[in-house]
């Protein structure tokens, strides 16, 4: 039996370039917090609650997720990959004051 993926996602440059800045325990984080995301997208509902997931304010179509109080992920949907499947783009990670100033 092969699995159909319901979310997809992918990283932007930024995003890769801040990830390799992190230590391990806070990439740990941000992989459970995406496929919490992806697991909630996938099903239908809206992201759960203690992902404190946020529409970004001055930058139109971009959200947020909190990792930790001092550290923020961004995010935007991208095209679908496949009907059916919401696809998500990885915009930026790191200190919120770092990533909220150029989400």
């Known amino acids: ?3 159909t993926p319901t979310t997809t996602r992918t990283t932007t440059a930024a995003f890769r370039a801040d990830l390799t800045q ?3 325990a806070a990439r740990r984080r941000w992989y459970r917090a995406a496929d919490a995301l992806a697991a909630d997208l996938g099903a239908g509902r809206p992201p759960r609650p203690g992902l404190r ?3 970004v304010r001055r930058a139109p179509g971009v959200w947020e997720v909190t ?3 001092g550290r923020r992920a961004t995010w935007q ?3 679908r990959q ?3 499947v919401r696809h998500v783009v ?3 990670i790191g200190t919120a004051r770092a990533v909220l100033r150029r989400p």
């Open 82 to 84: 496949a009907p059916g």
């Open 77 to 79: 949907y991208g095209p």
């Open 22 to 24: 992190l230590d391990a």
């Open 1 to 3: 039996m092969t699995l």
């Open 67 to 69: 990792l930790t109080p």
């Open 90 to 92: 990885w915009r930026r």
């Open 53 to 55: 997931a946020r529409r």
